[in-house]
């Protein structure tokens, strides 16, 4: 696992900006509060946390924020891994419903 400290990609920032429900946080904090997501995840990253509050996925690399993903809309792999952390039931599934 990595350290909390992180430096942030301008694409993150973006991601971050069009895809986080929370305005009260940023994406280094989000990090840093966020869960580490068990693999196999299906990213390609170093880490990858999941921040509930934003309802955000994080991904670091070479200690780099270089993405940021809807957890509602996230790729059936990512979707296990997430359902592994145990508090993540209310996501979306396909077909729109939530579990």
């Known amino acids: 696992m990595t350290?909390?400290?992180v430096r942030l990609t301008d694409h993150a920032a973006d991601r971050w900006a069009a895809r986080s429900d929370?305005?009260?946080y940023g994406p280094v904090v989000a990090w840093r509060?966020?869960?580490v997501i068990p693999e196999?995840?299906?990213?390609?990253a170093d880490e990858v946390r999941f921040h509930r509050p934003s309802g955000t996925v994080l991904l670091n690399?070479?200690?780099?924020l270089v993405t940021?993903?809807?957890a509602d809309s996230a790729k059936p792999k990512l979707r296990r891994a997430l359902?592994?952390?145990g508090d993540v039931a209310d996501l979306e599934?396909?077909?729109?419903?939530?579990?």
Not at 40 to 44: A, I, Q, Y
Request: proline share 3%.
């Open 22 to 24: 929370d305005t009260g």
């Open 3 to 5: 350290d909390d400290y």
């Open 61 to 64: 690399r070479d200690g780099y």
């Open 93 to 99: 599934i396909e077909g729109g419903e939530r579990r």
């Open 68 to 70: 940021v993903i809807d």
């Open 40 to 44: 196999p995840h299906g990213l390609e």
């Open 33 to 35: 509060e966020g869960r």
């Open 83 to 85: 359902r592994c952390l």
